[in-house]
C-alpha cells in the first residue's frame, strides 16, 4: 500500500519552461513534506520543505504547493534548466517521527 | 562541513555472506536512517538511531540490523544475504529527530 505516490514516471520538458512535478499522499498523519532530486549514482539531495501550516514554499525557482484537502503536492521549477533532469522524488514525515516515506519518484528530462 | 559519508561504495558478497556498512554523519547530526532503494520497490525505510537508541524500524527482516556509536556513526549489518538484498543502501542524517535528511553518496551492494 503506498502511502506517497508519484503517478508520472517521466515528465519532458523544454528548457525555459515550466515543470510541474506532482505528489499524492494517503495517510492524514503526515505534515512534513519534502522534495529529493537524485542523479544516478549519488544520494538524494535536499530540495525543498513545507510544513502543513503552509500551502506554498518558494525557494529560487523551485516552488511547492500543498493542498491538503486533495492530499496533494506539487513541485514548478521556473524556469527549467538542462541541469534540473534528474529522479525527483516526494517525501513525507508525520508529527513526532523522522521517518521519510518516499514516492517511487519522477524522471525528469530537460532539454535544450 | 563535510557531508554524511558512507563506505565502503561498492560492495560485492554471495549469497550467504553477511556485510557490515558504515556511515558517518553530518558533524553535530545526533539522527541516522538508513534507507534501502531498489528499482522495483523504490526507497524504503529500513531504521533509525537516535543517540544509540533505534527508535523506528522498517519492514524489514531481522536479517537487517543496526547500530550507532557514540560518535553518532552508524553501521548496518545483513546477514545470510539473498540475491534480493541487491541495492543502493543510503545512509542520512538530521540535526534532530525531525525535519530533512541529508543523505550520503550510498553504498551498492550486489549479491551474486
Known amino acids: 500500500d503506498q502511502q506517497v505516490k508519484q503517478n508520472s514516471p517521466s515528465l519532458s520538458v523544454q528548457e525555459g519552461r515550466i515543470s510541474i512535478l506532482n505528489c499524492d499522499y494517503t495517510?492524514?498523519?503526515?505534515?512534513?513534506f519534502l522534495w529529493y532530486k537524485k542523479y544516478p549514482a549519488e544520494g538524494p539531495t535536499f530540495l525543498i520543505s513545507?510544513?502543513?501550516?503552509?500551502d506554498k514554499n518558494e525557494d529560487g525557482r523551485f516552488t511547492v504547493f500543498l493542498n491538503k484537502s486533495a492530499k496533494h503536492l506539487s513541485l514548478h521549477i521556473v524556469p527549467s534548466q538542462p541541469g534540473d533532469s534528474a529522479v525527483y522524488f516526494c517525501?513525507?514525515?508525520?508529527?513526532?517521527?523522522?521517518?521519510?516515506?518516499f514516492g517511487k519518484g519522477t524522471m525528469l528530462l530537460v532539454s535544450p | 562541513k563535510a557531508g554524511v559519508t558512507q563506505t565502503p561504495r561498492y560492495l560485492i558478497k554471495t549469497r550467504g555472506q553477511q556485510v557490515t556498512l558504515s556511515c558517518s554523519p553530518i558533524s553535530g547530526h545526533r539522527s541516522v536512517s538508513w534507507y534501502q532503494q531498489t528499482p522495483g520497490q523504490g526507497l524504503q525505510f529500513l531504521f533509525e538511531y537516535f543517540s544509540e537508541t533505534q527508535r523506528n524500524k522498517g519492514n524489514f527482516p531481522g536479517r537487517f540490523s543496526g547500530r550507532q556509536f557514540s560518535n553518532s556513526r552508524s553501521e548496518m549489518n545483513v546477514s545470510t544475504l539473498e540475491l534480493g538484498d541487491s541495492a543502493l543502501y543510503l545512509c542520512?542524517?538530521?540535526?534532530?529527530?525531525?525535519?530533512?535528511?541529508?543523505f550520503g553518496p550510498g553504498t551498492r551492494l550486489t549479491v551474486l
Open positions: 495517510n492524514s498523519m503526515f505534515d512534513y
Open positions: 517525501a513525507a514525515s508525520a508529527r513526532g517521527y523522522s521517518t521519510l516515506t
Open positions: 542520512a542524517s538530521s540535526l534532530e529527530s525531525y525535519g530533512e535528511q541529508f
Open positions: 513545507i510544513s502543513s501550516i503552509k
